[in-house]
Structures are given as structure tokens and as C-alpha cells.
């Protein structure tokens, strides 16, 4: 269906009272369409073919006036295309309303950059008073230790090796017995490959 047979039959929408016949005067119709600047032969051949349609029904037709109703298929294409129409509008106008919300709040908040940033704080440390003399543990005053500290100190203390003189020379002597299998191991691997060499030197021989 062509572009300019939906603006006529749009135009017959509201000209027409229903699905009743109505007389339309040729001038009428087309002033409802003033841009598609038809002439009489042009419209009586797109009416003829909403008749043949069936979104229209062309009772009869002279020069300048139509006898015409509506059909229920025509009013209900146009209906929906009506429908269509505004709801594509109305989701470009809730478009358009959200983007001037977003826009003013943005311009409403103050800028990142404009706040001052604050220097970061160095950590305190512990400040130790004492009098001239040599502080005994009486005159010593220690500026209080954050509990991080605490905790950091703990856990260095587990980690701290505690081994006595036995267990460092049970260590040495286990080395040694490793050492000692390991050598006796390979020098066993060694004979083994030479006998085995021997072996098979004597099974050619005989062999030939």
C-alpha cells in the first residue's frame, strides 16, 4: 500500500461519521491533504483502489463529489497506526525529559576537582622522654603503641626460629645419612649398568 493511498484514506478517517455513507465534496478531501497537490483523475483512482482494498466502499463517483463509507479494515489500519504513532512519541518525549533531569542534576553537583583534596596523614611514631642522665626503667616513658603495632610485633615473634644446639645437630646428621645413601645409590646404579654391559657383550659373543 503506498505512502500517499494511507494519507487519503487517513483524511477519509476523519471525514467519514463511522461506517456510514457520507457525500464528500472532491475539494473537501484534497484540502485535507493539501501537499499531495492531486488533481480529480489521481484521487478517483486512489479511492477506486481502497475500494478494491476493501478500506473503503465507493458507492458512486462524479467530478467533484463522493459518495463513500468507511470500512471496518480501514478504520482499524488507521486506528493503529494512530496508536503506533503516539506511543513513539511519547517514549521520544520520556527520552528527551530524562536526558534535561540528567543534564541539570550534573550541573547542579559540584565539581570533583573543585574539592580540595586532603594531604594524607603520616603515622605517629612512638616518642621516648628521658632526663639527661642515663634513663633507668623508672624515668623511661613511652608514647602508647597503636594496636596494629602490637599485632604486627606478635606475629613476627611466631615466625621466629626456636631451635636448640640437638635439633640443629639432629638436622646436620640427617643431611649426612641423605648424602651418604644418595652416593651409595649411585655407585650401585654404576655396577649395575656395567654388569649389565658385561652381559650383554658375552650374549654376542656367543651369539656369534
Same mark, same amino acid.
Given at each position: ?6 494519507k487519503?484514506l487517513?483524511a477519509?478517517f476523519?471525514?467519514? +461519521?463511522g461506517?456510514n455513507?457520507?457525500i464528500?465534496?472532491?475539494e +473537501? ?10 488533481n @480529480? +483523475? ?5 479511492l477506486e483502489s481502497?475500494t ?6 465507493l458507492k458512486? @463517483?462524479?467530478?467533484?463529489e463522493y459518495?463513500? @463509507?468507511m ?5 482499524? &489500519?488507521?486506528k ?6 503516539q506511543h513513539?512519541l511519547?517514549?521520544?518525549a +520520556?527520552v528527551i525529559?530524562g536526558?534535561?533531569?540528567t543534564s ?6 559540584p565539581?570533583?576537582q573543585?574539592a ?11 616518642v ?10 623508672s624515668?623511661?616513658?613511652?608514647a602508647?603503641?597503636?594496636p596494629?603495632t602490637e ?5 613476627l615473634?611466631?615466625?621466629k626460629p ?8 639432629k638436622k646436620e646428621?640427617?643431611r649426612?645419612t641423605r648424602?651418604?645413601l ?5 655407585? &650401585?646404579?654404576?655396577?649395575?649398568i656395567?654388569? &649389565?654391559?658385561?652381559l650383554?657383550i658375552?650374549?654376542?659373543k656367543?651369539?656369534?
Amino acid at each position: 500500500m503506498e505512502n500517499l493511498s494511507i494519507k487519503i484514506l487517513d483524511a477519509l478517517f476523519d471525514l467519514c +461519521d463511522g461506517e456510514n455513507y457520507v457525500i464528500l465534496d472532491q475539494e +473537501d478531501i484534497l484540502a485535507s491533504y493539501p501537499e499531495a497537490q492531486l488533481n @480529480a +483523475d489521481e484521487l478517483a483512482e486512489i479511492l477506486e483502489s481502497l475500494t478494491v482494498e476493501g478500506f473503503i466502499d465507493l458507492k458512486y @463517483a462524479d467530478n467533484t463529489e463522493y459518495c463513500v @463509507a468507511m470500512r471496518t479494515k480501514g478504520r482499524t &489500519l488507521i486506528k493503529q497506526s494512530r496508536e503506533k504513532l503516539q506511543h513513539i512519541l511519547q517514549e521520544n518525549a +520520556d527520552v528527551i525529559e530524562g536526558e534535561s533531569v540528567t543534564s541539570s542534576e550534573t550541573s547542579d553537583a559540584p565539581s570533583a576537582q573543585s574539592a580540595p583534596a586532603k594531604k594524607p596523614q603520616r603515622p605517629r611514631r612512638p616518642v621516648i622522654s628521658s632526663s639527661d642522665s642515663y634513663p633507668d626503667s623508672s624515668s623511661e616513658r613511652y608514647a602508647p603503641v597503636s594496636p596494629h603495632t602490637e599485632k604486627a610485633s606478635s606475629r613476627l615473634e611466631e615466625y621466629k626460629p626456636h631451635e636448640t644446639e640437638e635439633e640443629l645437630e639432629k638436622k646436620e646428621k640427617a643431611r649426612n645419612t641423605r648424602a651418604f645413601l644418595a652416593a651409595l645409590l649411585g655407585a &650401585l646404579a654404576g655396577s649395575l649398568i656395567m654388569d &649389565l654391559i658385561f652381559l650383554v657383550i658375552i650374549l654376542v659373543k656367543l651369539g656369534g
